[in-house]
Each structure stands twice: as structure tokens, then as C-alpha cells.
């Protein structure tokens, strides 16, 4: 079984980093699967395809875009090779494929094939805004939380999310690709927003290929990262630290107002954190921001914190409150339904864009003694649920399903 993945990026985001972990995962387990993107890493292996979208195509691509609603613009003759060759792979996998680098007739092309599209955000039933609406006011969360967010996400200055909501539905109705929810939260909403495909499936990312949770030592881990031993250490990550929807500036809020009584330090793993820097006045906020930390490494920081904190407004998966949770560590995070399902209830839960109730709950989390225990046996749990074989064994479940 031959089957081409495609993704926007293979080497920056979430669903970068999700959709090449699946790639390894079937890899491993015997399927031959390439790994197609706009942007690649600069040194591809033989399963890595780019198209090579230069950066003049993709500023070009950004505007028309953003001024037309035309999907990738100039890369039409970009994939024509792709397209010529589309008749040596038995199922194509999808996974982001919305923004700049692929037309419209590319897609319908390429869902005409068996085809599997793995969602990562709510593109398919907003048709521009990558996440929900709110209930209430009809607003994205982006709008809610940020006015002028139609400026940078969803990347368009002219909204024409209606009109691409129902092409969108429409190529589903037609060619009834096999859909994938990472989680049954994300299922219900794509069901709620009018999605009503036959083939919607609940396949959560596969994190772990061992199961056996680490030891947990945090002044021997915190050693190795040269952290201090008589402090709380908070710890919060994000691919982009100034995302809104991360709620980075609700945790500012929150540490502004929590008892300085208590030795404590946060630390911030995460891109495009500058501007969040500059704001803080406060010096009293015992803070450091580290950058970007491969994935691989990540572990390490997760092992020497005591409380990981995460203050998202949204979420289709919530992955570094599983990943933290994996290694044995305490966790506050925003009551959402999705971090409710992820975590089962193992964690400290507080009101969306409630600063008062983080501060009770980070408050919280000073008292409650850590049970290595108990949390290595929620660790076990987790990595059990986030099973790399499980999930690398429905897809190819799936992918036989196709043919």
C-alpha cells in the first residue's frame, strides 16, 4: 500500500508535527507513505516531497488570498507534477491543506482519489476561521478575544468564510473522503456546526510508543536544566506564545495577582514570544522565556516543573496537557470540554478567561502534596489512551477501508 500525505508544513506546528508522527508511525509498521508539503525541511529523506513554493510565490499567494479568497495562486504549475503522478499512490491523506499553497481544483482532485483527511481545527464547517464560533455572540473566539484578528488569522481581509463553507461541503458530499476527529469533543462540534458526514472518525493522536511512565525526580531533572530546587516552577508551551487563544496574557494576569509568600518561577517554551515581553512591567514576576525547544526535548522540561499550566480559550486536542500529564506532572488548565476528555479528569480546572479562579487554582496547586504514585499511574494511563500502535493501526484500518 502506497499513500501520500500532504500538509501545509512539515516542520512548524501542531499538525506538522502530528501529521509526521503518524508518517513515522505507519512507516514503522510497513506502510510506504510520503510526506508532501509547500515548505519542507532543507534536507529531505526520501519519504519527504516539497514542492519548493518560493517566497515571493508565497507572499503573492498571501495577498491573493487574503484580497480574493483565491487559494494558492501561483502554484498551480507547481503541482502539476504531483498531479501526473497521482496514479502511483493507492490513498492520499490529508491533513491542513487550507492557506496559500494549494488551489481549489488541486483539492477536488486530489478527494477524488480514496482519500482520508485528518481535521486538525474547524476550517471544514467555518470555511475561514480555524476554530469555533462562540455561542453566544456569534463571534469567533479570535474576534472575541482579538478585534483585529481578521488582520493575521484567518488570513483573509475580506471574510467569504459562508461561501467557502458550503464549497467545502459540498466536495465532501460528493466524494465522502473517510474524515478524522482527534477527539470526541471535536466530533460533537464538527456534527453541532453541520457536518454531517457518513464517514467521520475519532482517531486520537498517538503520542507514546512506550507506555512505561518515567521516574519521577524533579530536583534530579532540574539539575540537568540548571533550574532553581527551592522554587514552584510553573511551566507553560506554545508553538506561538502570543497566539490569543493560548490566554498567555490571562496567565500575566493571574501571576500579578498571586501571593508572593510562595517562592515561585515560570518558565515559557514557544515561539513569537517578544512583544508579551516587552509588556511585562511587573518585576516582581520571577519569569524566563527559553524559545523554541525541539520536540524531542520538551520531556525534560515537562520533568523538572511543578505545575504545567495551560490557559487556552479553545482547543481541538489540547497535545502539551497530554504530553504533560505523560510525564508525571500536576496540571491547571481551562475548563473545556476537549481538556476535560484528554486529561479524564486529571487535572485542576478553571473558567474560561476567569484570571480570579486561575489565581485560586494556581493558588491550589502550591498546597497539594505531590503523589508520586498517583501520578505516575495517571502517566501510565495516558500514554496507554496516546498509544502510538493504536493509533498507527486505525489509520491503516482506515486506509484499507478506502480501497
Given at each position: ?8 508544513a ?16 505507519v512507516?514503522n509498521?510497513g ?5 508532501l ?32 479568497g ?18 502511483k499512490?493507492?490513498v ?15 483539492l ?32 469567533s ?86 533550574w ?32 508572593k ?37 520538551l ?68 498546597s497539594l ?35
Open positions: 500500500m502506497k499513500v501520500l500525505r500532504i500538509n501545509t512539515a516542520n512548524k506546528g501542531g499538525a506538522a508535527y502530528s501529521a509526521m508522527n503518524i508518517q513515522d508511525v512507516l509498521m506502510v510506504e507513505s510520503w510526506m508539503s509547500a515548505r519542507g525541511p532543507q534536507n529531505l529523506d526520501k519519504y519527504l516531497i516539497s514542492l519548493n513554493e518560493s517566497k515571493l510565490q508565497r507572499y503573492l499567494n498571501v495577498f491573493a488570498y487574503r484580497l480574493f483565491i487559494e494558492g495562486y501561483t502554484n498551480t504549475k507547481l503541482w502539476e507534477p504531483i498531479l501526473d503522478c497521482l496514479d499512490y493507492d492520499i491523506h490529508l491533513h491542513n491543506v487550507h492557506g496559500y499553497y494549494m488551489p481549489s481544483q488541486v477536488e482532485v486530489l478527494l477524488s482519489k480514496p482519500c482520508v483527511w485528518t481535521l486538525h481545527d474547524y476550517w471544514l464547517v467555518t470555511g475561514g476561521a480555524g476554530f469555533p464560533y462562540h455561542e453566544k455572540e456569534k463571534k473566539f479570535w474576534e472575541k478575544i482579538f478585534p483585529f484578528a481578521r488582520l493575521r488569522y484567518p488570513t483573509e481581509w475580506v471574510d467569504r468564510s459562508k461561501n467557502r463553507k458550503k464549497y467545502l461541503s459540498k466536495l465532501i458530499e460528493k466524494y465522502e473522503p473517510s474524515l478524522v476527529a482527534i477527539t470526541k469533543d471535536m466530533s460533537k462540534k464538527l456534527k453541532e456546526r453541520g457536518l454531517e458526514s457518513k464517514k467521520l472518525n475519532i482517531i486520537p493522536h498517538g503520542l507514546y510508543s512506550n507506555i512505561t511512565p518515567p521516574d519521577i525526580n524533579i530536583k534530579k531533572n532540574r539539575r540537568k536544566l540548571g532553581p530546587l527551592d522554587k514552584h516552577i510553573f511551566l507553560f508551551v506554545s508553538a506561538q506564545v502570543n497566539n490569543p487563544l493560548k490566554g498567555f496574557d490571562l496567565f500575566l494576569e493571574g501571576l500579578n495577582r498571586l501571593e509568600k510562595e517562592k515561585w518561577a515560570v518558565y515559557v517554551i514557544g515561539d513569537n514570544y517578544q512583544l508579551i515581553k516587552n509588556k511585562i512591567s511587573n518585576k516582581n514576576i520571577d519569569i524566563e522565556f527559553l524559545g523554541k525547544v525541539e520536540q524531542q526535548n520531556k525534560y522540561y515537562y520533568r523538572a516543573c511543578d505545575t504545567y499550566v495551560s490557559c487556552s480559550f479553545a482547543e481541538t486536542y489540547g497535545r502539551t496537557v497530554v504530553e504533560a500529564l505523560a510525564e508525571g506532572v500536576r496540571v491547571v488548565c481551562t475548563d473545556l470540554p476537549v481538556f476535560r476528555e484528554v486529561t479524564a479528569e486529571n487535572a485542576l480546572y478553571f473558567q474560561p478567561g476567569d484570571y480570579k479562579d486561575l489565581v485560586k487554582k494556581l493558588t491550589k496547586s502550591f502534596p505531590l503523589s508520586t504514585g498517583k501520578q505516575k499511574k495517571i502517566a501510565y494511563e495516558i500514554r496507554q489512551r496516546f498509544s502510538k500502535k493504536v493509533m498507527g493501526q486505525k489509520y491503516i484500518n482506515l486506509y484499507e477501508n478506502c480501497l
